[in-house]
């Protein structure tokens, strides 16, 4: 059965110090692994979409990696704007994509 | 920018009343899905549609029905409204048949209070 784990369930930081989230992930046949941001009462905004192990993509502040079995959401120097829930998903041979429960990130000024 | 548009922001509706949930994409995008979001439990994909007048049923489809006589359209229908059916439902939109590995993109979201 494919399946996702985020953690930490909850993230808080204060401004300027980096982490990383967490994705790791169980599926038949990887078609692509995908990581949205998602604000209160909003639906979730696409982030980035990697397809093979090694893979690494960045936009501003944010970087995601890709290995085999998990994927890391890296946050450099983060600023209050960036406090969102962080979701991953992914899409294997059922063609669906499968949801984790998500990071809920607040950063501190 | 594609564009995912979901009909209300904020519902209220009695128990037992059949209530519509429309959602709506402007970019020719073959698949569409409908999710529930509850707190705890995440995102649970309730039904989807790779093509017009198909329909798959996902993770929880009781009490739910979609249709989907257009492209552009896919809806979302409670049958019998009940409490358990409090959420915030989610509407996304993909390029790609089954196999594809397009990300979707969601609409603005629909809360969804049953009363």
């Known amino acids: 059965e494919d399946q996702v784990t985020q953690s930490p369930e909850a993230l808080r930081l204060q401004e300027g110090e980096s982490s990383s989230l967490n994705c790791s992930y169980t599926?038949?046949?990887?078609?692509?692994l995908f990581w949205y941001r998602q604000d209160p009462g909003k639906g979730p905004e696409f982030l980035f979409t990697?397809?093979?192990a090694g893979e690494e993509k960045e936009k501003e502040r944010l970087k995601a990696t890709l290995t085999k079995k998990e994927s890391f959401l890296h946050i450099t120097a983060p600023k209050p704007e960036d406090s969102a829930t962080y979701l991953c998903a992914v899409r294997g041979n059922t063609g669906k994509l499968i949801f984790g429960q998500g990071t809920t990130l607040q950063v501190k000024p | 920018d594609v564009k995912v548009t979901q009909s209300s922001r904020y519902l209220v509706k009695r128990t037992g009343e059949k209530v519509f949930l429309e959602c709506v994409q402007d970019m020719d995008h073959e698949n569409m899905f409908w999710y529930r979001q509850d707190p705890g439990l995440g995102l649970r994909l309730i039904y989807f549609?790779?093509?017009?007048?198909?329909?798959e049923k996902g993770d929880i489809p009781e009490g739910y029905s979609v249709s989907r006589e257009k492209k552009e359209r896919f809806s979302l229908i409670l049958e019998s409204a009940s409490t358990n059916q409090t959420s915030m439902y989610l509407c996304?939109?993909?390029?790609?048949?089954?196999?594809?590995?397009?990300?979707?993109?969601f609409g603005s979201g629909t809360r969804l209070t049953v009363v």
């Open positions: 549609s790779y093509d017009v007048k198909m329909k």
């Open positions: 990697l397809y093979s």
């Open positions: 599926v038949s046949g990887l078609r692509g």
């Open positions: 996304a939109s993909s390029f790609g048949g089954q196999g594809a590995a397009y990300g979707y993109t």
